[in-house]
């Protein structure tokens, strides 16, 4: 009986996929955006810090805090027009906080995945045990609550202080006189209070974090 032979065609021509940039590319990884979050949240502490020192001039009066808040307009203007120097931190800081808040969701949620896959057994969700609960620290269990805090806290700090949304006694280029009058009301005060605290423990459980992604506290 004479066999049959089925002849293959050409196998079909496969477009190459378009390779990212490199920092892209690194980008897709748990480990790229972990490290993008550890960078980002370095240049945000960096901020954070920079912004609380030059905040001292409060007590030394008036004069000293305007005199601060012109100096920052005219860093650069030696070679740059005024202001666009601090224009270029402000883009760094925004690029910054988006890249921080971005990898922080990506991550959460290659974890939330990664846990339903191994939680689940036989159509049974398994749960953790209390002992891998207890394990995380205080600022780790709250680090979900901790941020969208801080996101909240940072956009109502720009519309009390910078856009003058909630007081009538809001001067513009007057940062002494709106900070007086806003840390005046009681009720600002206490959000201002609960905000920082949040922000502490965040940048507490965030540093531990940078130095775990960085490899600086392995125990190897």
């Known amino acids: 009986m004479a066999q049959t032979t089925i002849r293959k065609g050409p196998d079909p021509i496969r477009k190459k996929q378009k390779q990212l940039p490199f920092p892209l590319n690194i980008y897709q990884s748990a480990v790229g955006k972990k490290w993008a979050m550890a960078v980002s949240g370095v240049v945000l502490l960096g901020f954070v810090l920079t912004h609380m020192i030059g905040n001292l001039h409060l007590y030394e009066g008036p004069l000293e805090i305007h005199e601060y808040a012109e100096t920052l307009r005219n860093l650069g203007t030696d070679i740059i027009p005024r202001t666009w120097l601090l224009w270029g931190v402000r883009l760094l800081l925004i690029a910054a906080f988006a890249v921080h808040v971005h990898s922080a969701y990506?991550?959460?949620?290659?974890?939330?995945?990664?846990?339903?896959?191994?939680?689940?057994?036989d159509g049974n969700k398994k749960y953790a045990s209390s002992q891998d609960f207890v394990a995380a620290n205080y600022a780790s269990r709250t680090m979900r609550w901790t941020g969208p805090i801080v996101l909240l806290y940072l956009f109502f700090h720009l519309a009390d202080l910078t856009w003058g949304w909630f007081s009538k006694d809001w001067v513009l280029g007057d940062p002494y006189n709106n900070i007086v009058v806003s840390m005046g009301n009681i009720g600002v005060a206490l959000i201002y209070v609960v905000a920082n605290i949040a922000l502490a423990i965040h940048i507490y459980h965030g540093t531990w974090s940078l130095f775990q992604s960085l490899g600086i506290n392995s125990p190897k």
Do not use: A, D
Not at 106 to 121: D, G, I, M, Y
């Open 106 to 121: 990506s991550l959460k949620e290659v974890s939330r995945k990664s846990n339903t896959r191994s939680n689940f057994t």
